[in-house]
């Protein structure tokens, strides 16, 4: 076994965990936080996106262990007392969702997308950058429609800011 330490949605969290336990099963068996869901187990579906350390992530493909001393953000750890972020609620608001299964990663990813491009997106953009994650219902349409609002609500809604 091996000791991690590290904040997950701005808690502080250590564990044993086998050096083989994978950061999704450590967030879902050992944290309780099933948002982050498996979907594919071979890094295809982005369904597992997390941000570790500001950035996107599959969880699926990072050993518990290189999390280690890191911060890391779920789904459930995107939401402010009880406010929804700007894209879940965008999500919410355009329908960005059939089954609900990719919607945790897809979020996730958007969420990336927006702190890397920008709030002024083209659907092209979003396209290209969502290539990652794979929803089985076929909801693309209104799943670009949703990062394109909530890219624009987040930049009308600051953030809070990270601790130090």
């Not at 091996?2 to 969290?13: A, E, K, M, R, W």
């Amino acid at each position: 076994m091996t000791t991690v330490s590290l904040t997950v949605n701005g808690q502080s969290v250590t564990a044993d965990v086998d050096p083989r336990t994978l950061l999704v099963q450590f967030l879902r068996d050992n944290l309780r936080l099933t948002g982050t869901h498996v979907g594919c187990d071979t890094s295809q579906c982005g369904a597992c996106v997390v941000h570790l350390n500001g950035q996107a992530v599959k969880s699926c493909t990072v050993l518990a262990v290189q999390a280690d001393a890191g911060t890391v953000t779920t789904i459930e750890g995107l939401s402010q007392g009880g406010d929804l972020h700007p894209m879940q609620a965008a999500f919410r608001e355009h329908h960005g969702l059939q089954c609900g299964y990719c919607t945790p990663g897809m979020i996730m990813s958007a969420v990336d997308i927006v702190n890397r491009k920008g709030h002024s997106l083209d659907e092209e953009t979003i396209r290209a950058e969502l290539e990652g994650n794979l929803c089985r219902c076929t909801g693309y349409h209104n799943i670009v429609k949703a990062v394109a609002a909530g890219a624009q609500a987040m930049g009308q809604t600051p953030l809070p800011q990270a601790a130090e």
